[in-house]
């Protein structure tokens, strides 16, 4: 276990090097202004949208000069604005975790290979087990650092604009979390039989959600639309902690399943 941790830490550290966290916190901080910044100009548009009509109004007033109707109108177009950004906001910090995923896992392994320094890291007391293993769990912990930054993103932006965050974004940190390790094992599993690029690129289009359930496809390739939780964000809809349970027992099981073959691939992989 020792040996598999120093190897995780050693992945952490190559990535470090690379500047990869450091890209990430900007990048998500980019996020926070962006949004932010739509944010405010949505309720700006929405509050002159209001106050333009105000002239027209022929209903008894009440605070603010609207009426009843157009309060509770003005409210829900709050709502709705900020629930359709929150959904962008979730959907584009998940698509770039998804990215940020299919590199490290894709070149994890191969990378190693390739520059050729795997052979002296097996050369010790190093089984390929550990190795992949290590590697493995270096990734893991990069992404949850990315879900972590993405949860802080969330809460401040909320905090920063006076929001209240809709129920489903509570969980989509973990959820996105899972699909990222889900999509991290199948790309690390394709990656020991072609160039990484091409791993990244089918792991990326192997989800069963392009297949209709009457291709037998469907109930063999990985359900990773099940984790996006857009839909649910952008309509303010409650999930269930049963339905996150056994999404992560599920993404728990594909991850066992991808690592065993990768492990039984890598195993007969010669290192040139």
């Given at each position: ?10 992945s ?14 900007l ?20 509050s ?15 605070t ?5 109707t ?15 950004i929150q ?15 299919l ?7 191969t ?23 290590g ?46 390790l ?27 959600a ?15 639309h ?27 099981d ?6 065993l073959?990768?492990l ?9």
């Open positions: 276990m020792k040996t598999t941790l120093c190897i995780a830490a050693d952490v550290r190559a990535l470090l090097h690379q500047r990869l966290l450091l890209g990430l916190m990048a998500t901080l980019a996020l926070i202004i962006f949004f932010s910044v739509t944010l405010s100009k949505a309720r700006e548009g929405i002159e949208s209001y106050s333009d009509d105000s002239t027209n109004k022929t209903s008894l007033t009440v603010n000069g609207m009426s009843e157009e309060q509770r109108h003005f409210r829900e177009s709050m709502e709705n604005a900020s629930s359709q959904a962008m906001f979730y959907e584009v910090a998940l698509f770039a975790g998804n990215l940020v995923s590199f490290i896992f894709s070149t994890a392994v990378g190693e290979i390739r520059r050729g320094t795997i052979r002296l890291t097996l050369s010790k007391p190093v089984s390929r087990l550990q190795f992949l293993l590697k493995y769990l270096g990734g893991v912990l990069v992404m949850m650092a990315y879900a972590c930054l993405v949860t802080a993103a969330i809460w401040f932006f909320a905090g920063a604009q006076s929001v209240d965050l809709n129920p489903a974004v509570k969980w989509a940190p973990w959820l996105m979390f899972c699909e990222q889900m999509l991290g094992s199948v790309a690390m599993l394709l990656s020991l039989f072609m160039p990484p690029i091409v791993a990244a690129v089918l792991t990326f289009f192997s989800g069963n392009f297949y209709s359930t009457s291709n037998p496809l469907y109930y063999i390739l990985p359900g990773y099940n984790f996006n939780l857009f839909m649910q964000v952008m309509q303010g809809s409650l999930i269930s902690a049963k339905e996150i349970g056994l999404l992560s027992l599920y993404a728990l594909v991850i066992i399943v991808m690592l073959l990768a039984w691939r890598f195993r007969t992989k010669e290192l040139v």
